[in-house]
């Protein structure tokens, strides 16, 4: 227990029923059992507390005398200073820590949280190695963790965007024009069978730590893909891949691949330094090194820094440092920061209105909350009429209204633009809904439903809903590590989360083909196998419209069956000031940092 933390706890165990600066009465051993050590080490504490001009002291002198202590600093403005100094120094985690458990009875907290408010945004701070122009300074709070920022391991959108950030790979997809454009290479071929594949590398392409890349980077990059990790099936059917010479790259298929220049755009195909991850791979996955157009300066629980690369072989970004501050999970909705002094992205939280002259884009997401449930496992949810019930019973379009905040839409699919053509939701069929319950032979078994923190109110919006209709739900939450375990995914009988298409075809492919998707780990073995079925179709069809189709009828079936229930389609809202430009939501939801900049310096900004 820190100093600090020792004179809030003994505000809260002697201040109540006295006042300012009044002394009273203590013993050491009440001292020793406030600050958890021994006698000799409450002496060193309380001298300490007095040179720091916490408490007032007057030693008790011989036997039966007591000692008199005085507290001289409000609770309420020191807590509030001490959070900001540790937030200052980049610890919010701790920030955060102190008034959870000292803030209570005091407005410490929301002091805290209007304080904070004023730093996010876009700033120009002093530097003194910019000769006077300062550092532009994009500061952003981010609810939710950076799971890794390791290419071959990623599987969140928010970890996606990150890596896209740090890294480059061989191809990009353009979202605007639908097409594939050069990466880090500039031309390739593929030969008139289909079976090999060669890509040009761009000269002058250097990683962060100022090797260039080459090819045998590529190589390496994937052939540790290959060597079983989460993203593998994406290069199914590649026998070898060989460096031609440093800047040209070759893959030898075993059968045509006609979306392999796809998968190439992936954010898991990024392209790693194979020096750096040999000499110690471990050491990699905590301070990654890419050639994208930001490098990453710290990594800490709390907070994440970036700042630009100024030898991005593209165009250096405008902004010169990107601050990512990682609040807490378990941060109120309603005490998150709002009207942030210039950029407002955001995700999870209810509508806040921006000021009149502020911009507004609203974007809703490629993809769905679902819940998906365990065909691997007994239980009522086995039966298909037991989850028709709870599909109807769902009540999305109460979703909607009583949660509200980005909940946009009824899910029918995957989808947002096949929402749109579907009828608005009728009231729930009550009598449908036990007549189905009925027919599953439902005698009021439980079931267990796991979500995560972004999540959890559409959870539980489910499990209360359940409980009108006598079905007994155990909800268990989770964080975003522990939901992918691989026991808890086999243990649970459903998983609600979202999916969000980033990659369109290649993402829908995920669903189906990615180690630990849930969708995937809870299909039947007979549904699985005809998934594969179809997933071959797909990959083997060289028309998009045609892959399209075979995915709709994956997408059928599991309405069909219930397997999965589509829920809602969210959206991102983001508000900035109008002379913040470069402002746009890229396919994963969130704000490319690369082309943000400020027209006006921040002072002519009122």
């Known amino acids: 227990m820190s100093a600090e933390e020792r004179y809030l706890a003994l505000y809260d165990r002697f201040h109540a029923g006295h006042q300012p600066d009044e002394a009273y009465e203590v013993t050491l051993d009440e001292l020793m059992e406030v600050f958890y050590c021994t006698r000799r080490n409450v002496k060193f504490v309380i001298r300490k507390l007095v040179d720091e001009g916490l408490i007032g002291w007057q030693a008790g002198l011989g036997r039966g005398h007591r000692s008199r202590l005085a507290l001289l600093v409000e609770k309420e403005r020191y807590l509030f200073e001490l959070a900001v100094r540790h937030a200052r120094s980049g610890e919010y985690k701790y920030a955060f820590e102190l008034l959870e458990r000292y803030g209570g009875n005091t407005a410490a907290r929301e002091r805290f949280m209007a304080w904070l408010n004023d730093q996010f945004g876009y700033h120009q701070e002093a530097d003194e190695q910019t000769d006077g122009f300062g550092l532009d300074t994009l500061r952003l709070p981010v609810y939710r963790p950076i799971t890794t920022l390791d290419p071959a391991m990623v599987y969140y959108c928010f970890d996606s965007h990150m890596i896209r950030q740090l890294y480059d790979r061989l191809l990009r997809f353009d979202e605007a024009t639908g097409r594939i454009v050069p990466g880090i290479a500039h031309y390739w071929t593929r030969s008139e069978d289909g079976l090999v594949w060669t890509f040009h590398l761009r000269k002058g392409v250097r990683f962060h730590h100022g090797r260039e890349v080459d090819a045998e980077d590529v190589v390496f990059t994937i052939e540790r893909q290959l060597r079983g990790l989460p993203n593998s099936w994406m290069?199914?059917?590649?026998?070898?891949?060989?460096?031609?010479?440093?800047?040209?790259?070759?893959?030898?298929?075993?059968?045509?691949?006609?979306?392999?220049?796809?998968?190439?755009?992936?954010?898991?195909?990024?392209?790693v330094p194979k020096d750096l991850v040999q000499q110690d791979a471990e050491a990699f996955g905590r301070h990654p090194v890419g050639s994208g157009p930001f490098k990453l300066v710290k990594w800490a629980e709390d907070h994440v820094v970036l700042a630009a690369y100024t030898d991005y072989f593209e165009r250096r970004p405008h902004l010169d440092t990107v601050e990512l501050i990682l609040m807490p999970d378990d941060h109120p909705a309603g005490s998150r920061p709002k009207d942030w002094k210039q950029l407002v992205t955001d995700h999870e939280s209810a509508e806040e209105k921006p000021e009149l002259e502020w911009q507004t884009i609203e974007e809703v997401d490629q993809g769905c909350t679902l819940?998906?449930?365990?065909?691997?496992k007994e239980g009522p949810h086995r039966h298909r009429s037991f989850r028709q019930a709870i599909d109807l019973l769902a009540d999305r379009g109460g979703m909607i209204r009583v949660l509200g905040?980005?909940?946009?839409?009824?899910?029918?699919?995957?989808?947002?633009?096949?929402?749109?053509?579907?009828?608005?939701?009728?009231?729930?069929?009550?009598?449908?809904?036990?007549?189905?319950?009925?027919?599953?032979g439902y005698a009021g078994e439980p079931i267990t439903i796991?979500?995560?923190?972004?999540?959890?109110?559409?959870?539980?919006?489910?499990?209360?809903?359940?409980?009108?209709?006598?079905?007994?739900?155990?909800?268990?939450?989770e964080d975003w590590h522990t939901i992918r375990d691989p026991e808890l995914v086999a243990s649970v009988d459903g998983i609600l989360y979202g999916v969000v298409f980033a990659e369109d075809e290649v993402c829908e492919l995920e669903l189906y083909e990615q180690e630990g998707s849930f969708i995937k780990e809870h299909l039947d073995p007979e549904f699985r196998q005809w998934v594969r079925g179809r997933i071959d179709e797909a990959m083997a069809a060289e028309n998009p419209d045609d892959r399209r189709r075979v995915f709709l009828r994956i997408e059928q079936?599991?309405?069909?069956?219930?397997?999965?229930?589509?829920?809602?389609?969210?959206?991102?809202?983001?508000?900035?000031?109008?002379?913040?430009?470069?402002?746009?939501?890229?396919?994963?939801?969130w704000i490319d940092f690369q082309h943000v900049w400020l027209e006006k310096p921040r002072e002519q900004i009122g």
């Not at 899910?411 to 947002?416: E, L, N, P, V």
């Not at 991102?572 to 396919?587: A, Y």
Request: charged fraction near 25%; aromatic fraction near 8%.
């Open 235 to 271: 290069l199914d059917g590649v026998e070898s891949v060989a460096a031609e010479g440093p800047r040209i790259v070759t893959f030898t298929l075993s059968k045509p691949k006609s979306l392999l220049p796809r998968f190439l755009c992936g954010s898991s195909m990024s392209i």
């Open 371 to 376: 819940l998906t449930w365990n065909m691997k």
């Open 405 to 440: 905040g980005n909940r946009k839409l009824a899910a029918s699919g995957f989808r947002y633009e096949a929402a749109n053509s579907k009828p608005p939701e009728q009231a729930v069929d009550k009598r449908r809904v036990n007549s189905l319950l009925a027919e599953a």
């Open 450 to 477: 796991s979500s995560y923190s972004i999540h959890e109110q559409d959870a539980r919006w489910i499990v209360d809903r359940c409980a009108e209709f006598g079905i007994s739900v155990e909800f268990r939450l």
């Open 557 to 589: 079936r599991l309405r069909d069956e219930c397997s999965v229930l589509f829920l809602l389609h969210k959206k991102v809202t983001t508000h900035f000031h109008p002379d913040v430009k470069g402002v746009s939501i890229n396919s994963l939801g």
